[in-house]
C-alpha cells in the first residue's frame, strides 16, 4: 500500500526540513550574530546544511527506513523488487530530491496524482514509498 501523502510530507520535515533550518540558524548566528546572515553567506549555509542533512539521513537509513521514516511508520522501497533499499541508494534518492526542488515544488506533491504515489526523487531511483504496518 502506497504511503499517504501527509506522512510522507511529515517525514520529510523530520529528517531534512527542520534540522536543515534548525543547523543553518545556528550557524549563522555562531558565525555572524544573527540567524539569517544573508546573501552569498546564507545561501553557502543553507546548501551545507541541506547536505549534512541528507547525508545524516542516508547514512540512518536501515531496512529501507532513515530515522524520520522510521517514527513515521514508512519504507522506502525498489519499484520493483519491492525489497527494501539500501543507505548508500538513499543517499542517492536524497540528492534527486533536488528535482523536485528545482521544479518549484511540485515533485513533491506529484504523489497525489501519480499511479505509483512517486515524488521526481522516486522516479530517478526508481524508488516507492509503502506504509510499513
Same mark, same amino acid.
Given at each position: ?49 541541506? @547536505?549534512?542533512? $541528507?547525508?545524516?539521513?542516508? /547514512?540512518?537509513?536501515?531496512? *529501507? &527506513?532513515?530515522?524520520?521514516?522510521? #517514527? ?31 521544479? @518549484?515544488?511540485? $515533485?513533491?506533491?506529484?504523489? /497525489?496524482?501519480?499511479?505509483? *504515489? &512517486?515524488?521526481?526523487?522516486?522516479? #530517478? ?9
Amino acid at each position: 500500500m502506497f504511503a499517504l501523502w501527509l506522512r510522507r510530507a511529515a517525514a520529510y520535515f523530520l529528517r531534512i526540513v527542520l534540522p536543515t533550518s534548525l543547523m543553518s540558524q545556528l550557524i549563522g548566528t555562531l558565525l555572524f550574530g544573527r540567524s539569517s546572515p544573508g546573501g552569498t553567506a546564507e545561501t553557502w549555509i543553507d546548501c551545507l546544511c541541506l @547536505l549534512s542533512c $541528507g547525508i545524516v539521513s542516508a /547514512l540512518s537509513t536501515r531496512n *529501507g &527506513q532513515s530515522w524520520g521514516h522510521r #517514527i513515521m511508520r514508512l519504507q522506502v522501497v525498489d519499484q520493483d523488487s519491492g525489497m527494501p533499499i539500501s543507505g548508500s541508494r538513499m543517499g542517492l534518492r536524497e540528492f534527486a530530491h533536488l528535482a523536485d526542488i528545482v521544479s @518549484l515544488g511540485i $515533485g513533491f506533491f506529484w504523489p /497525489l496524482w501519480d499511479g505509483r *504515489g &512517486q515524488t521526481f526523487a522516486d522516479k #530517478i531511483a526508481k524508488t516507492m514509498v509503502i506504509a510499513k504496518i
